[in-house]
T-cell receptor
Framework: DAGITQSPRHKVTETGTPVTLRCHQT?????MYWYRQDPGHGLRLIHY???????DKGEVSDGYSVSRSKTEDFLLTLESATSSQTSVYFC????????????FGNGTRLTVT | GQQVMQIPQYQHVQEGEDFTTYCNSS?????IQWYKQRPGGHPVFLIQ?????EVKKQKRLTFQFGEAKKNSSLHITATQTTDVGTYFC???????????FGSGTQLTVLP
């Protein structure tokens, strides 16, 4: 498996609190992604990064922000967590090569009560 | 934005039966990728199809890309319990930096 570490693996938090999920890679890949996975919806893209300090929104970006200050780290922040953000969050990376596949981390299970 | 529709959402088969999942798009796809996610696991890349009409095989798995590059299928021959999981198709969207996933087909294999 690609060198991707997500932390924490599990988190329970209360509505209204900020939460930050971390994705760390040791592959030096240019592209990093945050997806959320919910039953019946598959994997939906939240935000992605195509380089240090270069990020863009995905299809479900409302309520989320990201930062990438180093190649190896991509942070996802829920500014004020809501119950609808209860989900499994996956980080993925890929090289800059066109059409290169995604390599996923093990996921973070977030529960917002 | 571009959507890839995947059917069926669920499929239960007896061990030894065949299984097929389909992905369809209203627009031409530059390429399509397939991923497998075991229960409790993360998606793992299986294969990529790029050319019109392309067919690729991995042991009991056969992947096809339609002639018009608007649909794709994954066929598993003689399923085994190790095939259990959710199969996703995915295709580039927007600036091609993004990958859009189908909703997945969850395969259950009954022993």
């Amino acid at each position: 498996d690609a060198g991707i570490t997500q932390s924490p693996r599990h988190k329970v938090t209360e509505t209204g609190t900020p939460v930050t999920l971390r994705c760390h890679q040791t592959e030096n890949h240019r592209y990093m992604y945050w997806y959320r996975q919910d039953p019946g919806h598959g994997l939906r893209l939240i935000h992605y990064s195509y380089g240090v300090k270069d990020t863009d929104k995905g299809e479900v970006s409302d309520g989320y922000s990201v930062s990438r200050s180093k190649t190896e780290d991509f942070l996802l922040t829920l500014e004020s967590a809501t119950s609808s953000q209860t989900s499994v969050y996956f980080c993925a990376i890929r090289t800059a090569e066109m059409n290169s596949p995604l390599h996923f981390g093990n996921g973070t299970r977030l529960t917002v009560t | 934005g571009q959507q890839v529709m995947q059917i069926p959402q669920y499929q239960h088969v007896q061990e030894g039966e065949d299984f097929t999942t389909y992905c369809n798009s209203s627009t031409t796809l530059s390429n399509i990728q397939w991923y497998k996610q075991r229960p409790g696991g993360h998606p793992v890349f299986l294969i990529q199809l790029v050319k019109s009409g392309e067919v690729k095989k991995q042991k009991r798995l056969t992947f096809q890309f339609g002639e018009a590059k608007k649909n794709s299928s994954l066929h598993i021959t003689a399923t085994q319990t190790t095939d259990v999981g959710t199969y996703f198709c995915a295709s580039p969207a927007g600036s091609a930096r993004q990958l859009t996933f189908g909703s997945g087909t969850q395969l259950t294999v009954l022993p």
